[in-house]
């Protein structure tokens, strides 16, 4: 209520109060996720032609060959986007176990010489036709979805540290330890982010943390001496100048194109290091060519998008009343998250190089659609709040909308309570009444 005053005279306005304000609006997770998402999705694409533009007129004779490559990724991405907003979340749940087992299966097979492809010493992928395929980007969105399903059914049992170790620790260490034969030990540290956020999450004890990440750093150091390659790295990331013409040549490079862009950069599609300078410029290092060509500004902007989408994701799982959703939620927040800042960090000189791609940003295409797949979880989870759900159910929908996703039928995945019959004037918390006869009642009478 407002007071107005008009001269000598004074009149009462009533305004509506308690409308809800942008954060309480049903629906903000959900476009939060979508207005984040896209964001990166049109700044990867258009980072990626820019960054291709040079390397693919030399190789194919035209600046747009690689460029619409990733454009075909990226509507597969959309397409797996749309999938995953239409799963229910207990669908999910039952292709846990078969999606955990088929990523298994695929790691172990891309090991195998003739069968998985090799290059630069390492078997990452598989080569269908002109596709390649790439086996850790699958088992990470399963060891998500799984490990959520596995802790919510063990719910009652996860007080004890068996129940709460066995078997998510081991599949989580035998997933890494597959992708560190590759070997990959970028990927390897995402598998344990993944695993620490469902501990986490679950309401593990610190001192587990603590035991698990000395054990992880001990065995980092360990596979850092055994191979010379990642002692390499880690001197570099010491001293990226001590070899710039050699083996610290990326760590060097990119920091001398972060330096070039400024505050404002050179302008989009003025980048140097894209004619020959700087190796995996359109994949590992872009976020060295969006320092350049957009400067800090564009360097903010983007970390920005990303602590949006963390919003968003942090947001999903602190609202949902479903266990699933919340584990589910957290992880691959963890996930994107952490993957994009050790990118950012091994570009900025903060972290040894491990060669991860940037979240939808990165040219490439079993991450990105995956990597989309993830995000549209995310925005599906995000529909399945309490209030977004009350709100999807009264509001009159459009067919476009309803050929887009579905409106969910509950608030979760988790099994409904049976609803308990009361009478008129009953208390609350009361023993509901039941039909037939009771201890006591008579025979040929009723209640």
Not at 57 to 78: D, I, M, R
Request: charged content about 15%; some cysteine; proline content about 6%.
């Amino acid at each position: 209520m407002t007071l107005v005053s008009s001269g000598p005279t004074s009149h009462v306005v009533t305004r509506p109060t308690g409308a809800p304000g942008l954060g309480d609006r049903p629906m903000t997770s959900f476009h939060l996720v979508l207005a984040a998402g896209g964001a990166l999705l049109l700044i990867g694409l258009i980072m990626v032609f820019s960054a291709t533009s040079v390397d693919s007129l030399q190789e194919n004779g035209s600046v747009y060959a690689s460029f619409g490559t990733q454009v075909t990724f990226a509507v597969f991405g959309l397409v797996a986007f749309w999938i995953a907003l239409r799963m229910r979340p207990t669908l999910l749940r039952r292709l846990a176990g078969p999606g955990m087992l088929i990523a298994l299966l695929l790691l172990v097979l891309v090991l195998i010489p003739g069968i998985g492809q090799e290059y630069n010493e390492a078997r990452r992928w598989f080569e269908i036709g002109p596709l390649s395929l790439q086996p850790s980007e699958l088992a990470k969105v399963a060891f998500v979805v799984w490990g959520a399903d596995l802790l919510v059914r063990k719910r009652k049992l996860i007080d004890r540290w068996p129940h709460l170790l066995v078997p998510l620790v081991p599949a989580g260490v035998l997933l890494g330890v597959l992708v560190l034969m590759q070997p990959n030990l970028g990927t390897a540290l995402v598998f344990f982010l993944i695993l620490f956020s469902l501990l986490w999450s679950v309401g593990a004890p610190a001192r587990l943390f603590v035991t698990m990440g000395t054990a992880l750093v001990a065995a980092v150091v360990v596979m850092i001496a055994a191979e010379p390659y990642r002692a390499a790295r880690l001197t570099g990331f010491l001293d990226p100048f001590a070899d710039p013409d050699g083996a610290t040549l990326q760590a060097a490079n990119g920091l001398y194109a972060l330096a070039t862009g400024g505050w404002w950069g050179v302008g989009l599609g003025n980048s140097r290091m894209k004619w020959g300078l700087l190796p995996e410029q359109d994949s590992d290092f872009i976020f060295a060519i969006i320092g350049e060509e957009l400067g800090f500004a564009g360097c903010l902007l983007v970390l920005a998008l990303y602590g949006l989408l963390a919003y968003a994701g942090i947001r999903v799982a602190r609202r949902t009343n479903d266990g699933f959703i919340r584990l589910a939620a957290a992880a691959i927040t963890v996930w994107l998250i952490g993957q994009a800042l050790i990118n950012v960090g091994y570009v900025v000189g903060l972290l040894p190089i491990t060669g991860l791609p940037l979240p939808l940003i990165s040219s490439g295409g079993t991450s990105l659609i995956l990597t989309m797949f993830a995000v549209g979880i995310l925005a599906n989870f995000a529909r399945h709040e309490p209030a977004a759900v009350s709100y999807l159910k009264r509001r009159r929908r459009t067919w476009w909308a309803r050929a887009a996703a579905p409106v969910p039928h509950s608030a979760g995945s988790e099994r409904r309570q049976p609803r308990v019959r009361t009478t008129p004037g009953s208390r609350a918390g009361a023993a509901p009444r039941v039909r037939g006869r009771t201890s006591g009642q008579p025979r040929g009478t009723r209640r």
